[in-house]
């Protein structure tokens, strides 16, 4: 007996996988829920506000309207059943949504959001490699002027050591390679904003050597999943991550019982209707089953969100915006916009 591969690759996945096995396995195939958590609920309220930001004309865009973003993003969360089950009493609940009023507050100080205009908010790219489904969301694409890429991740954890950011733009050169591969054209800039305390810009660069070794790195990890499925061999890998891992009840390595989590395990959730995707016109290559997508979040590892197939738009893109299927200056055939 085989386990069933997962339908797709997202950074997030990746690195859990890269970090523990075992915990890829109970997240990405068994599918086992994760228990909300408090900083990852609260970087989804931060993306939401700079989304909503976003999709405002730029001399809109000031720290009064983010505010106002802000509060439009608290009432949607009011009601979330994730952030219910966060079960935070009122005092708790407003330190929650001060901190978050922080982070959109230095925003500002990173970036003068009314000089430039994204193409893609929250955007979700796609694309085969092989028989391999690469799926992640863009906080936001810009376009420069002169037709230009760059890819912007916010981040609402700590910024990382100096020797741990190149590992933690590792994501930032996935999305990169996604707009290649979609767009026939490198991003000439990845950023990581960090709102956190001590605000930051991590920046990098992709060139063809970057590019070129996250590919292989996600196809060796994609060959080490298919190996893992086959002998049903995911082992844990105890570290620090363990005291934010979801599966500590389940995994040997905390005398948890695996059996209890395979009678756990869900099916798939299905897509649903309200996410913008850009996919690769993806040819004859087999693709997984199931379109499964993956959340932003904060540092942590993360749970999965729906997908749908809204093409991308010709101005900011947001959920609600209207869509063009064509990305103006920027050479991009028409096609590679539309599934
Ligand atoms: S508790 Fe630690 S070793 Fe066990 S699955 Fe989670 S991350 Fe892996």
Known sequence: ?????????????????????????????????????????????????????FVRPPAERTPLEARSCLAIAVDEFAT?????????????????IDDAAKMVERYFLLEDPTAFDPIGIELLLSTSVDDLLLRGIIDRLDLTPDGELIVTDYKTGRPPAERQEASKLGGVHFYSLLCERLFGKRPVKVQLLYLG???????AVPSEQSTRALERKVTAIWSAVKRACDSEDFRPKPSALCSWCSFQSFCPAFGGDLPTAVELRTPLAAPAADTPVVDAPVADTPVADTPVADTPAADTPVADTPVADAPVADAPVGGELPVSGELPSTGVPPTAMME
């Open 1 to 53: 007996m085989t386990l069933p591969l997962p339908t797709s690759l997202s950074p997030s996945k990746v690195s859990t996988f890269t970090d523990c096995a075992l915990a890829f396995r109970f997240s990405a195939i068994d599918k086992l829920p994760e228990a909300p958590s408090v900083p990852a609920m609260k970087g989804s309220l931060v993306h939401r506000a700079l989304e909503l930001l």
């Open 80 to 96: 979330d059943p994730q952030f219910l089950a966060l079960g935070l009493d009122g005092a708790a609940q407003q330190a929650f």
């Open 197 to 203: 305390t001590n605000p930051q810009i991590i920046t």
